[in-house]
């Protein structure tokens, strides 16, 4: 791997803006270098694309200290205020939506036409919190006694440090960032070393909307470190994660000392059902978008496919079709639907679900190995007959490998779905209005997608139940996670 960044990469990239592509910090309103640097490379060649400051401890107190003085002005503003600039952003952000993509595609591996889609979604985060923050309404209670009057308000929590992962480079970041700014908060946000790149461009075009010094700092580099100061600094009332579980949980732990309010989204480990009443066109249509959309890495990728003995074989042949027929290849070039995986590390655990699979007596249909040539490519993968015990079906997977097991009876598929510490996102297809709501019911799952495969939108509730995590991201409840309820209680003198 090339030692300093390489300059084929970057001018394949061919930004209209190239000064959207930075490698400093953000923080108070300024860019910050650092002594060290680390590689952002492409997962789709191996080339080092950037070398980003390895930013510590230092600059995340400094970034804490900024956020926290910035924060008196910052939520006195009036709410449209707020929301003015949070509209300038997402004009700015679509306007440059082409060059986000790119730098997206560059440093994450997804292909440019999901790269495209997710710059529109993530914008659209920053729209719709800038059209909830005027709406932050309090109530008022009848009095408790005669001479009292109780009034409600939501008040912003404060500075809000933020930690994002790397399968939604600027997504996971406007659904953080964007209702915390709304009602008042500031923000240290620390995106993931594998794709800081979409983070920075987004704070040069926040800068440029005028967002003002201090409200929204980046700091990148030593994750511990950067995390060490979000999880225990007094002065960050809110701590907020996307990413795995067992990471998710020990940063959890640590707010404990300070009593952080804690937002959580971790793995998922997403069961599809398909029923012998199912339209297989459309549960086809739907596996393929829920299971191979970014290259399987989503934490609402479906993760276990329970398909009823009816249609097993029938859903099996069509899904192996389609999958086959995937054009997988570098997101900057081609007809590309399937990018690489993000890193080496990930095509390992692909690997070893796929031959544990195997190892049980499972079959392959299409697929079943990683691909050669630079880049962590694994080829789209349909399995049958896998056992219910198999790694594929207790662990998430997070590539591109969907793992078939027959059942007989509804109540044996929502006990095999229901069977997992996760709960983060569930699937159903059935023609039964019944069925839909019996199953709907049962599952055990934040967001249940009937007969659907796409479930996430700015305006729905987007987070788990059981050990998938805490709050809910985007829609009028992903308000609630950044504002603290206030009681006024006023006692009135008589007359
Ligand atoms: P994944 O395994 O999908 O990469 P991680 O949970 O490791 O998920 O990463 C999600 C985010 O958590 C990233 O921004 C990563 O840098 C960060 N992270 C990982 N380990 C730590 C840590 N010890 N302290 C703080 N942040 C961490």
């Not at 923050?133 to 933020?162: F, L, N, S």
């Not at 060490?228 to 701590?239: A, E, N, S, Y």
């Not at 059935?430 to 659907?452: C, E, F, K, P, S």
């Not at 700015?458 to 995590?469: D, H, L, R």
Request: proline share 5%; hydrophobic share 45%; aromatic share 6%.
């Amino acid at each position: 791997m090339n030692a300093v960044a390489s300059l084929g990469e970057r001018q394949r990239l061919a930004l209209q803006r190239p000064d959207l592509l930075r490698e400093q910090g953000f923080v108070g309103g300024a860019w910050v270098g650092g002594a060290t640097a680390f590689d952002v490379t492409n997962p789709a060649t191996g080339d080092v694309l950037a070398r980003p400051a390895r930013l510590g401890r230092t600059e995340a107190e400094t970034a804490v200290a900024a956020a926290a003085a910035a924060l008196p002005a910052w939520s006195a503003r009036p709410a449209k205020a707020r929301a003015d600039i949070l509209k300038a952003w997402h004009r700015l952000i679509l306007q440059h939506a082409e060059d986000l993509a790119r730098l997206m595609t560059a440093e994450q591996g997804k292909p440019l036409a999901e790269a495209r889609g997710e710059v529109a979604y993530a914008a659209a985060f920053l729209e719709w919190f800038a059209e909830e923050a005027r709406r932050v309404y309090g109530v008022t209670i009848p009095g408790h006694m005669a001479d009292k009057r109780i009034v409600v308000t939501h008040e912003a929590v404060g500075v809000v440090g933020a930690i994002t992962p790397w399968n939604f480079p600027a997504a996971m970041i406007t659904r953080k960032v964007g209702p915390a700014l709304a009602v008042g908060c500031t923000v240290v946000l620390k995106p993931s070393e594998l794709t800081p790149l979409s983070a920075l461009a987004l704070a040069v075009l926040a800068e440029e909307a005028g967002l003002p010094e201090g409200v929204l700092n980046i700091v990148m580099g030593d994750a511990p470190e950067i995390g060490d100061v979000l999880t225990t600094d007094p002065r960050v009332r809110k701590f907020t994660f996307t990413g795995s579980t067992p990471v998710g949980k020990m940063l959890a732990a640590r707010c404990a000392g300070t009593v952080k309010r804690v937002s959580l989204e971790l793995g998922g480990n997403a069961p599809f059902l398909v029923f012998d009443d199912a339209d297989l066109d459309k549960a086809v249509a739907g596996a393929m978008a829920s299971k191979f959309r970014n290259t399987g890495q989503t934490c609402v990728c479906a993760n276990r496919f329970y398909v009823q003995a009816g249609v097993y074989d029938a859903f099996a042949a069509r899904l192996a079709e389609a999958a086959a027929a995937l054009n997988v290849g570098d997101g900057l070039s081609g007809p590309t639907e399937q990018g690489p995986l993000i890193d080496e590390r990930a095509r390992e655990k692909v690997s070893t679900h796929v031959a544990d699979a195997l190892g049980g007596g499972a079959r392959v249909l299409t697929g079943g190995a990683a691909m050669d040539g630079p880049g962590a490519f694994f080829e789209p993968t349909v399995l049958a007959d896998v056992g219910p015990g198999a790694l594929l079906c207790r662990e998430e997977t997070f590539g591109p490998v969907a793992g078939l097991v027959r059942f007989e009876t509804e109540a044996e598929a929502i006990a095999l779905a229901n069977d997992t510490s996760a709960g983060l996102a569930a699937y159903v297809f059935t023609r039964d209005n019944a069925r839909v709501w019996r199953v709907g019911g049962a599952l055990q799952y934040g967001m249940v997608g009937i007969n659907t495969g796409l479930i996430s939108t700015e305006v729905a509730p987007f987070g788990g139940v059981k050990e998938s995590g805490l709050g809910r991201e985007g829609s009028l409840y992903g308000v609630r996670d950044y504002v603290d309820t206030k009681t006024l209680c006023l006692e009135v003198e008589p007359e």
